[in-house]
């Protein structure tokens, strides 16, 4: 799967022109993650369609650039300490991660994006046997 990272500006209504942008041309966000940095906003977002959902935010108000890298994704079962196991392992093997966050939540289990830095997304795919 792939993460879109998009750099805006930082104003009211930067999240409402991400949204518009793609819901604007049919593409559902699967997962979104949104924080300020450096007087930027910044987005995480996963897609149904990763090449038109660049293509649409290009076109964005406000939007200052945008990388697409891969993430994995993967459930685990949904219970206190579940994701302290998961990053332990990782952590056990050097890999070293730039994001992660919820996809869904289901009584039984919980899907987690995983976006290792790109050197180490390898590690993860084996560790993850993906």
């Known amino acids: 799967m792939?993460?879109?990272?998009?750099?805006?500006?930082?104003?009211?209504?930067?999240?409402?022109?991400?949204?518009?942008?793609?819901?604007?041309?049919?593409?559902?966000?699967?997962?979104?993650?949104?924080y300020e940095q450096g007087g930027r906003a910044v987005f995480r977002v996963l897609t149904n369609d990763s090449t038109s959902a660049r293509k649409a935010l290009e076109k964005a108000p406000g939007v200052k650039g945008i990388v697409v890298s891969d993430v994995v994704v993967t459930k685990m079962t949904n219970r206190p300490g579940e994701l302290g196991k998961l990053t332990r392992k990782m952590a056990n093997r050097g890999i070293d991660l730039e994001s992660v966050y919820i996809v869904s939540k289901k009584e039984d289990y919980t899907e987690v994006a995983v976006k290792p830095i790109e050197e180490h997304l390898l590690k993860v795919q084996e560790l993850l046997k993906v």
């Open 2 to 34: 792939k993460e879109l990272s998009i750099v805006t500006d930082n104003r009211i209504g930067t999240l409402a022109n991400v949204a518009e942008a793609l819901g604007g041309v049919g593409i559902n966000i699967e997962a979104i993650a949104a």
